[in-house]
């Protein structure tokens, strides 16, 4: 029952978002039933506009799964953007370093240095918060510039394509995930996705390490009671989460461009984010809303080209609902804490 009421809290929370949005349209002055035909159509009719959708829920999903992760021990990865820029960068390098491998190794050693890079970046704030109690948004957030920095280092410096725009060279044509519904780029790094998802929902719901991340994100005293080590698992989690983080960066340069192009990514890892608190870190949901966000990103473009509708606007959408996501939280604070009360002020009452 539970989460049949997380379903329709979410499909009221996206019907009240697009209410409101089409009240802004109205005081601009524009038609919002012609807006929202656009956006939709923009995002779902025609192969061009399907795969367009498609190739944004990837790196959505991907960042969006890295960030719930690291939540299920109570650390907030807001550097999964770094990761996912060091992990293309370590798969584009390997892709145009070790041409004339067999392509499924090749392949798999892309994958293999894009997750251990993005370990590794995510290592450092996990490491911290565990053993030293560090702020981890802090350190994720400045450490996101860090990793800009030392790509666009990489790419205009040792790495550069030496072309006029900042790049690597093009990675080995065996490397490159196919393109399937051209001449969109929607590529087969979606399946890789879903792949990685269904593994993740298996290990958090199933698995002895679930368990472990769970026990020691709601209680680490108890997980320490129990035998469980919440620094370690803490670790562990970043971990995972920075490799996920690593993938997602992969696969877009592997499926998307072919090479490292600077400053690829416009906050892709941060809207992955965003779709995870609206749905407050419900594994379940999050791909229903990653590819919700998917739609709205692509089918904004549409809707601009053809109704003059300000694409801003779909920024406002999602900015709406992130305000209802952070009201409900506040209506059950609020809840919480009148029972409280309640229940001090029948104490004395009992007692008597």
């Not at 923009?42 to 992760?69: D, E, H, R, S, Y």
């Not at 666009?152 to 790495?159: I, K």
């Given at each position: 029952?539970?989460?049949?009421?997380?379903?329709?809290?979410?499909?009221?929370?996206?019907?009240?978002?697009?209410?409101?949005?089409?009240?802004?349209?109205l005081?601009?002055?524009?038609?919002?039933?012609?807006?929202?035909?656009?956006?939709?159509?923009?995002?779902?009719?025609?192969?061009?506009?399907?795969g367009?959708?498609?190739?944004?829920?990837?790196?959505?999903?991907?960042?969006?799964?890295?960030?719930?992760?690291?939540?299920?021990?109570?650390?907030?990865?807001?550097?999964?953007?770094?990761?996912?820029?060091?992990?293309?960068?370590?798969?584009?390098?390997?892709?145009?370093?070790?041409?004339?491998?067999?392509?499924?190794?090749?392949?798999?050693?892309c994958?293999?240095?894009?997750?251990?890079?993005?370990?590794?970046?995510?290592?450092?704030?996990?490491?911290?918060?565990?053993?030293?109690?560090?702020?981890?948004?802090?350190?994720?957030?400045?450490?996101?510039?860090?990793?800009?920095?030392?790509?666009?280092?990489?790419?205009?410096?040792?790495?550069?394509?030496?072309?006029?725009?900042?790049?690597?060279?093009?990675?080995?044509d065996?490397?490159?995930?196919?393109?399937?519904?051209?001449?969109?780029?929607?590529?087969?790094?979606?399946?890789?996705?879903?792949?990685?998802?269904?593994?993740?929902?298996?290990?958090?719901?199933?698995?002895?390490?679930?368990?472990?991340?769970?026990?020691?994100?709601?209680?680490?005293?108890?997980?320490?009671?129990?035998?469980?080590?919440?620094?370690?698992?803490?670790?562990?989690?970043?971990?995972?989460?920075?490799?996920?983080?690593?993938?997602?960066?992969?696969?877009?340069?592997?499926?998307?461009?072919?090479?490292?192009?600077?400053?690829?990514?416009?906050?892709?890892?941060?809207?992955?984010?965003?779709?995870?608190?609206?749905?407050?870190?419900?594994?379940?949901?999050?791909?229903?809303?990653?590819?919700?966000?998917?739609?709205?990103?692509?089918?904004?473009?549409?809707?601009?080209?053809?109704?003059?509708v300000?694409?801003?606007?779909?920024?406002t959408?999602?900015?709406?609902?992130?305000?209802?996501?952070?009201?409900?939280?506040?209506?059950?604070?609020?809840?919480?804490?009148?029972?409280?009360?309640?229940e001090?002020?029948?104490?004395?009452?009992?007692?008597?």
């Amino acid at each position: 029952m539970k989460t049949n009421n997380k379903y329709i809290n979410l499909l009221l929370t996206i019907v009240v978002s697009m209410l409101i949005g089409a009240v802004i349209m109205l005081i601009l002055g524009f038609n919002p039933l012609e807006a929202y035909f656009q956006l939709f159509k923009g995002a779902f009719v025609g192969k061009l506009n399907l795969g367009t959708t498609l190739q944004k829920f990837v790196p959505l999903l991907l960042t969006a799964m890295a960030f719930v992760i690291s939540s299920r021990v109570g650390v907030f990865n807001v550097g999964v953007e770094g990761e996912l820029y060091l992990g293309a960068m370590a798969a584009a390098w390997v892709g145009f370093t070790f041409k004339g491998l067999p392509a499924p190794i090749h392949l798999i050693l892309c994958f293999a240095a894009a997750m251990l890079v993005g370990a590794a970046w995510a290592y450092i704030p996990g490491s911290l918060k565990a053993r030293l109690g560090v702020n981890e948004v802090c350190v994720t957030i400045l450490m996101n510039y860090v990793a800009k920095y030392i790509t666009s280092y990489l790419v205009n410096g040792p790495f550069s394509a030496k072309t006029g725009v900042p790049q690597t060279p093009a990675v080995a044509d065996g490397v490159k995930l196919t393109q399937f519904m051209k001449p969109s780029q929607a590529h087969t790094g979606l399946f890789i996705a879903i792949a990685v998802v269904v593994v993740i929902f298996w290990l958090m719901s199933r698995s002895t390490m679930g368990y472990k991340f769970t026990s020691a994100g709601l209680n680490p005293l108890h997980a320490q009671y129990v035998g469980i080590d919440p620094k370690k698992t803490m670790i562990r989690a970043m971990l995972l989460s920075g490799a996920v983080g690593g993938i997602a960066g992969a696969i877009e340069i592997l499926g998307v461009y072919g090479y490292f192009l600077d400053n690829f990514s416009s906050g892709i890892a941060m809207d992955g984010m965003l779709a995870a608190l609206i749905v407050k870190n419900d594994i379940k949901m999050v791909p229903l809303m990653a590819f919700f966000l998917a739609v709205l990103k692509s089918g904004a473009l549409g809707m601009e080209r053809y109704t003059g509708v300000p694409k801003s606007i779909v920024d406002t959408i999602i900015a709406i609902f992130i305000i209802f996501a952070t009201m409900e939280a506040l209506f059950a604070f609020h809840k919480r804490h009148k029972a409280k009360k309640e229940e001090k002020s029948a104490q004395p009452s009992k007692q008597n």
